[in-house]
């Protein structure tokens, strides 16, 4: 989404003069994304703690207010998951209420830590991802042509 690949981004926090205690990502276009971003993360085997913040569903305009279409349930099964995909700071962002918490505790302190989900697995149970690609597969995103001032430095 920010024209960088998770695997990228681990380099790029591990190569801060003033590294933070723990990094990751939150909303965006749904758990899924987040969880497939996550997985991105946990690849380069870092010990750094690892933010997984999904969104509550995809928001939609319903009837003059924002509607989240994740159910609690839902929920549960994404801190399961990314748990499982090597987060360690398990919470949720946009449309996430109490009751969604209250699952998600409920099911990080029940159910065993398991292995890492495949993105078959994540799809199955969270939904479609919002694009075929994270970009860590070499096939994109890929970023338009730079049309940045002339020696305008990189960021
Ligand atoms: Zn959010």
């Known amino acids: ?19 933070p205690l723990a990094y990751g990502a939150n909303c965006g276009t749904g758990a899924s994304d987040v969880l497939r971003t996550v997985l991105g993360f946990a690849s380069k085997g870092k010990s750094t703690p690892i933010v997984s913040k999904g969104n ?12 989240y279409d994740g159910t ?17 700071i398990i919470g949720g962002c946009c449309g996430t209420m109490p009751e969604h918490l209250v699952h998600m505790r409920e099911a990080l302190d029940s ?23 994270d970009g860590t597969d070499g096939e994109g995103p890929v ?6 001032r002339r020696g305008a430095k990189p960021v």
């Not at 830590?113 to 690609?133: C, H, N, R």
């Not at 970023?143 to 940045?148: C, F, S």
């Open 1 to 19: 989404m920010m024209g960088m690949t998770s695997e990228a981004m681990v380099d790029m926090v591990h190569a801060l003069d003033n590294m």
């Open 56 to 67: 509550a569903g995809i928001p939609k305009y319903v009837e003059g207010h924002i509607h």
């Open 72 to 88: 609690p349930e839902l929920m549960a099964d994404y801190a399961e998951m990314a748990r499982n995909c090597g987060a360690s």
């Open 111 to 133: 159910r065993p830590k398991g292995d890492a989900p495949t993105l078959e697995q994540i799809v199955e149970a969270l939904g479609a991802f919002s694009s075929a690609s």
């Open 143 to 148: 970023r338009g042509p730079r049309r940045g």
